[in-house]
Nanobody, 117 residues
Framework: QVQLVESGGGLVQAGGSLRLSCAAS????????MGWYRQAPGKQRELAAD???????TYQDSVKGRFTISRDTAKNTVYLQMNNLKPEDTAVYYCNVRLPSAFREYWGKGTLVTVSS
């Protein structure tokens, strides 16, 4: 089992910044994918960004150049630095961990990010 603890959401004005953190504990395999998904009201959950344990990253097109994902491998923590936030970034952001070799996936409880115009 893997437990995820998220922090860092909140209310910010358009153009502002927030940093999300997600700490994972438990049986984390050395090869894993940690990332952030988001779900806006009335919309499907979508990938914002993720990072494989070897450093490769994936970003949704709408956040490229504004969001940066990073990891502290020793702490099993993933961060999402969000700059130049826009009202359309308003969503619940969920931390996600995938362990491909074990066919397992875990989700955090979510943290709300609200961007006012």
């Amino acid at each position: 089992q893997v437990q995820l603890v998220e922090s860092g959401g909140g209310l910010v004005q358009a153009g502002g910044s927030l940093r999300l953190s997600c700490a994972a504990s438990g049986n984390m395999f050395s090869f894993n994918v940690m990332g952030w998904y988001r779900q806006a009201p009335g919309k499907q959950r979508e990938l914002a960004a993720d990072m494989i344990s070897d450093g490769r990253t994936t970003y949704q097109d709408s956040v490229k150049g504004r969001f940066t994902i990073s990891r502290d491998t020793a702490k099993n923590t993933v961060y999402l630095q969000m700059n130049n936030l826009k009202p359309e970034d308003t969503a619940v952001y969920y931390c996600n961990v995938r362990l491909p070799s074990a066919f397992r996936e875990y989700w955090g409880k979510g943290t709300l990010v609200t961007v006012s115009s």
